[in-house]
Nanobody, 121 residues
Framework: QEALVESGGGLVQPGGSLRLSCRVS????????FAWFHQAPGKEREGVSC????????YYANSARGRFTISRDKAKNTVYLQMNNLKPEDTGVYYC??????????????WGQGTQVTVSS
């Protein structure tokens, strides 16, 4: 069985924080790369952050760098996205995925169902 299950989304005010979780089943955190993607309403799905779990190397989109932090907990088979100083433009569905990542791009492969984040006053 291979599955990615996101949780932790919700409604938050601008400037607030959320921590998203991606529970991983069937994909080793050592052998797979994991990424978070964001899809704003009416827009394309875009890579937010990526972690190469074998060595912990991370990548961030310009919009996320300095505000978001991706991390992993191997014992819990979970990948996290800590989101701080949230802005209204961060609103949308966040997806966890296995991925191919580089400094230039993030490309998803296997996807979770997504979790909704709404940043609004």
């Amino acid at each position: 069985q291979e599955a990615l299950v996101e949780s932790g989304g919700g409604l938050v005010q601008p400037g607030g924080s959320l921590r998203l979780s991606c529970r991983v089943s069937g994909f080793s955190l050592d052998y797979y790369v994991f990424a978070w993607f964001h899809q704003a309403p009416g827009k394309e799905r875009e890579g937010v952050s990526c972690i190469v779990s074998s060595d912990g190397k991370t990548y961030y989109a310009n919009s996320a760098r300095g505000r978001f932090t991706i991390s992993r907990d191997k014992a819990k088979n979970t990948v996290y996205l800590q989101m701080n100083n949230l802005k209204p433009e961060d609103t949308g569905v966040y997806y966890c995925a296995t991925a191919f990542c580089s400094d230039e791009d993030m490309v998803g492969d296997s996807w979770g169902q997504g979790t909704q984040v709404t940043v609004s006053s």
